[in-house]
């Protein structure tokens, strides 16, 4: 005999919708082309192009979908295919600045040329090192600066002879030695020896010494003048070399300036450079010496190139579009701040940290100029100050380097700041959508500067051609990836997963990283099969052997139930206790099981008490469902009479957060099972949530909870009485397991879909809901008609206890006459009775404050005593 609720149980074909292999129209996956680009994302894709193409600031794109929708893949291939039919934009390079080192300047040149640039510059310095030394070391340099010589040492030599002549006249002779000079008198042009000088009468010594002194002071100032002749003779001999160095040098770059004639930029640093090398010719002759002297094993030219001097002719390239077809594109795996706008890197010396224009080194900005810059958003936020300079970028148009420190002002070290580059390109940021609907509430910059949303499905429309299409895209995954062929089964198996990863047997998942996951593992599975193509069998494998692995959590629950550990029954009718369903979201093996719902009626108030509410463990969407509830208890039965219930409601052995409505069905049932004194069917199973109009409305995990509790059944065995209670808009999600099904064909197992309470209490209880007659009642023997009389039975058994406690109150509430008015005389309840007494009377009376506790006595209760 079939259980009650036939008329709401689904058939074996409203279980799941399969996909038939012959309907794909292939065989094999190699027969399809594969050649439709997307499917299933056509708005995303259609926001993407926009943004892709309008040219105006701000309208960047933010790509948001679930994280596995091919979001990222699809974003790449799409800006590949704009970036093809743009132009390559201009190189990026950074050169020394002559006027102010500490400001490099930056140049922008047509692409291929910065590197050509950069090995000319390479080969200028190479020909420096040689060239003018060579020239230094010529028989004309080397004529000039001897003729210099000599024409400084005549004109010294001069200046000595007219001294020895002046000093002749005077009779006093001038005589060289290592040491300097020496003067000794004379006599007729001939040195006095020293006998002769003893021979000098006292006038002729007085008038030679007071010569000698006159030719010592001669020689004293001659020798001043020396010095002079000697700067003379080193500034016209650095004038001759400068002369020599600037005509080497223009030679040495006209092939540079004929290489890169009619690009101004270039023509004005070659013209810096000629300049600045020029006026450190002595430097260059200085380095060249250092190398000379240098130990022969030590001696090489980068020794030479690397010197500061030469150091800063070199070019250091940022970005080189030699190669480059089209627009760059740049994907940043890891946006730090020195990543997105450069950075400068520093060389120990000594001990001490230096830095020139050398070690500046580029961001992705530099790299995606004229292009297009791919960033994800959630890995950017969690950089620090990345997001801003990223919008700083944006804002400004310019690429400034600077690092954390200096943004942070954390560093106050001296250090470059070079010429900031401008930026234009699109920034292609990738996320979930929480993280873009968070930035758009919290950061009023955000959509002004990302004004284009590319939101990514995460489902697509189930449909025979939609099916085919998604055949289509396993198709060209198996041929990217190297896969075997796909037969038409195991594609259509794969359909089928999709479709139940989606929730919903109407629709198919977009989350194509675990779809192209699972094909991988079923080619490996026919892999190890020795098969050369991936059939169905493989799929499924690959399917249970994916719930293996996750399966842990399920089995240990599963264990829990089946020992009755955790005490759920499957088996008997129980008053006020239903099993509810709950679904573990676990990562691709979410899986459901069942828990014990009860409930308790007594007198009270109209309250009803959900204890997991009461001890914080109930979520907000959960206690909204209890208020729920209420509301539709006290509509439902006996609206115009006050209540007189007070239930009490759990989910027995739950120790965590109990959040959602998807057990709100459950409750109810558990809480009218209890009110009207209903048996229910411990082998049914509820979920659904209930509105205040007894509708019942759709949940999430259909599929989940119902395989779970018939894991748990066919644990302890089927008995054909057990199943599951579903709302009927679910039964077009169901994509249940093949022997859940095969069990529901056989009579071992049922799954009922029901629209409204009435339907759901009829099958619980096996009872009918009963609906109200014409005089506003159920009927007795109807479900609804028991839970309505035993409500009215509780508020008669509220009125009968209510009775003596209100006669107590009135007697306390009588009015005590003066002791001193009345004597100590009783009044007759007869007497009171009878007469009326008026407010009048009453009001004249003074009644003790510590007898009526502060209460006034009304008329009507007086007249009743």
């Known amino acids: 005999m079939a259980?009650?609720?036939?008329?709401?149980?689904?058939?074996?074909?409203?279980?799941?919708?399969?996909?038939?292999?012959r309907s794909l129209g292939?065989?094999?996956?190699?027969?399809?082309?594969?050649?439709?680009?997307?499917?299933?994302?056509?708005?995303?894709?259609?926001?993407?192009?926009?943004?892709?193409?309008?040219?105006?600031?701000?309208?960047?794109?933010?790509?948001?979908?679930?994280?596995?929708s091919g979001r990222a893949r699809l974003s790449r291939a799409l800006v590949a295919t704009h970036a093809a039919k743009e132009p390559v934009p201009e190189d990026c390079c950074y050169v020394h600045n002559f006027d102010d080192p500490r400001k490099p300047r930056a140049l922008l040149l047509p692409p291929g040329q910065a590197s050509r640039l950069r090995d000319h510059m390479d080969r200028v310095s190479e020909e420096?090192?040689?060239?003018?030394?060579?020239?230094?070391?010529?028989?004309?340099?080397?004529?000039?600066?001897?003729?210099i010589e000599q024409e400084i040492n005549r004109r010294h030599e001069a200046l000595l002879d007219e001294i020895v002549e002046q000093a002749r006249k005077l009779d006093v002779a001038v005589l060289r030695n290592p040491t300097g000079f020496m003067l000794a008198p004379m006599r007729d042009g001939e040195v006095l020896d020293p006998d002769q000088q003893k021979t000098l009468t006292k006038e002729e010594k007085e008038r030679l010494a007071e010569n000698a002194?006159?030719?010592?002071?001669?020689?004293?100032?001659?020798?001043?003048?020396?010095?002079?002749?000697?700067?003379?003779?080193?500034?016209?001999?650095?004038?001759?070399?400068?002369?020599l160095v600037a005509a080497t040098t223009a030679e040495i770059l006209s092939e540079c300036r004929r290489a890169f004639k009619g690009l101004e930029a270039i023509e004005a640093y070659l013209d810096d450079v000629e300049r600045d090398i020029v006026r450190h010719a002595p430097q260059l002759l200085q380095a060249h010496a250092q190398q000379e002297s240098a130990p022969p094993a030590t001696i090489d030219n980068s020794l030479f190139r690397e010197s500061p001097i030469l150091r800063r002719y070199r070019i250091n390239v940022m970005v080189d579009h030699r190669n480059t077809e089209g627009a760059p594109i740049e994907v940043v795996d890891h946006p730090s701040s020195g990543n997105l706008v450069g950075k400068v890197e520093h060389l120990s010396q000594l001990g001490v940290l230096v830095t020139d224009f050398n070690l500046i080194k580029p961001g992705a900005f530099h790299r995606a100029r004229g292009g297009y810059l791919v960033i994800d958003a959630r890995r950017l936020l969690t950089q620090p100050v990345s997001y801003e300079q990223l919008k700083r970028v944006l804002r400004s148009g310019e690429i400034r380097i600077e690092s954390v420190a200096e943004a942070l002002d954390l560093t106050h070290t001296v250090t470059l700041t070079p010429e900031p580059v401008p930026f234009t390109?699109?920034?292609?940021?990738?996320?979930?959508?929480?993280?873009?609907?968070?930035?758009?509430?919290?950061?009023?910059?955000?959509?002004?500067?990302?004004?284009?949303?590319?939101e990514f499905e995460g489902t697509m429309?189930?449909?025979?051609?939609?099916?085919?299409?998604?055949?289509?895209?396993?198709?060209?995954?198996?041929?990217?990836?190297?896969?075997?062929?796909?037969?038409?089964?195991?594609?259509?198996?794969v359909i089928d997963h999709a479709a139940r990863m989606s929730g919903d047997a109407k629709k198919l998942s977009m989350h194509v990283r675990e779809v192209f996951d699972l094909l991988a593992e079923a080619d490996h599975l026919a892999s190890l099969a020795e098969r050369d193509t991936v059939t169905k069998v493989d799929v499924e494998e690959a399917i249970a052997f994916r719930?293996?692995?996750?399966?842990?959590?399920?089995?240990?629950?599963?264990?829990?139930?089946?020992?009755?550990?955790?005490?759920?029954?499957?088996?008997?009718?129980?008053?006020?206790?239903?099993?509810?369903?709950?679904?573990?979201?676990?990562?691709?093996?979410?899986?459901g099981h069942p828990t014990r719902v009860t409930a308790r009626v007594r007198l009270g108030r109209g309250e009803i008490v959900a204890i997991d509410r009461e001890v914080a463990m109930g979520g907000p969407i959960h206690n909204k469902g209890v208020l729920i509830l209420e509301g539709l208890l006290g509509s439902r039965y006996l609206p115009d009479r006050p209540s007189s219930l007070r239930a009490t409601l759990v989910f027995e052995q739950s120790y965590g957060v109990i959040e959602g409505d998807s057990a709100s069905l459950a409750e109810l049932l558990a809480l009218l099972s209890a009110i009207g004194e209903l048996p229910v069917r411990q082998g049914c199973a509820v979920t659904g949530s209930i509105d205040q109009l007894g509708n019942v409305q759709a949940v999430g995990g259909v599929n989940e909870k119902i395989e779970g509790f018939f894991d748990l059944c066919n644990a302890r065995g089927l008995d054909g009485d057990q199943g599951v209670i579903i709302p009927a808009i679910n039964a077009g999600n169901l994509m249940l397991d093949q022997r859940v099904i095969d069990?529901?064909?056989?009579?071992?197992?049922?799954?009922?879909?029901?629209?409204?309470?009435?339907?759901?209490?009829?099958?619980?209880?096996?009872?009918?809901a009963g609906k109200r007659a014409s005089n506003g009642r159920y009927p007795d023997r109807s479900a609804n008609g028991r839970i309505e009389a035993r409500l009215a039975a509780l508020q008669r058994s509220a009125r009968q206890a209510s009775k003596p406690k209100a006669e107590a109150q009135d007697a306390s509430l009588k009015p005590q006459v003066s002791k001193k008015k009345v004597s100590k005389k009783k009044v007759s309840k007869k007497k009171v009775s009878k007469k009326k007494v008026s407010k009048k009377k009453v009001s004249k009376k003074k009644v003790s404050k510590k007898k009526v506790s502060k209460k006034k006595v009304s008329r009507k209760k007086v007249r009743g005593s």
């Not at 259980?3 to 409203?14: A, I, M, N, V």
């Not at 082309?33 to 299933?40: E, K, L, N, S, T």
């Open 213 to 243: 002194e006159k030719v010592q002071q001669r020689i004293h100032d001659a020798l001043k003048r020396v010095p002079q002749l000697q700067r003379e003779q080193r500034e016209r001999t650095r004038a001759l070399e400068r002369d």
């Open 461 to 493: 429309k189930r449909s025979p051609e939609t099916s085919r299409a998604y055949a289509g895209l396993l198709a060209r995954v198996a041929h990217n990836e190297g896969l075997r062929p796909l037969q038409a089964g195991a594609v259509a198996r």
């Open 26 to 68: 292939f065989q094999l996956s190699t027969e399809l082309d594969g050649r439709r680009p997307v499917i299933g994302q056509e708005r995303a894709v259609e926001a993407l192009n926009f943004g892709l193409t309008v040219s105006r600031a701000g309208f960047n794109v933010f790509v948001l979908g679930p994280t596995g």
């Open 425 to 454: 390109g699109k920034v292609i940021l990738i996320g979930e959508p929480w993280l873009y609907h968070r930035l758009s509430m919290l950061d009023p910059e955000f959509e002004e500067l990302f004004k284009v949303a590319a």
């Open 743 to 768: 069990a529901v064909r056989k009579g071992r197992f049922h799954v009922w879909g029901i629209n409204t309470l009435d339907e759901a209490l009829a099958v619980v209880t096996g009872m009918a």
């Open 128 to 147: 420096l090192m040689v060239a003018i030394p060579a020239a230094r070391e010529s028989r004309r340099f080397r004529e000039s600066a001897d003729s």
């Open 547 to 591: 719930r293996r692995r996750g399966g842990r959590i399920r089995e240990n629950v599963q264990e829990l139930l089946t020992n009755k550990t955790i005490g759920v029954e499957t088996v008997g009718k129980q008053v006020g206790q239903i099993n509810a369903l709950a679904v573990v979201p676990v990562p691709q093996a979410p899986f």
């Open 3 to 21: 259980p009650t609720g036939s008329d709401h149980e689904l058939s074996p074909k409203q279980l799941a919708t399969r996909c038939d292999p």
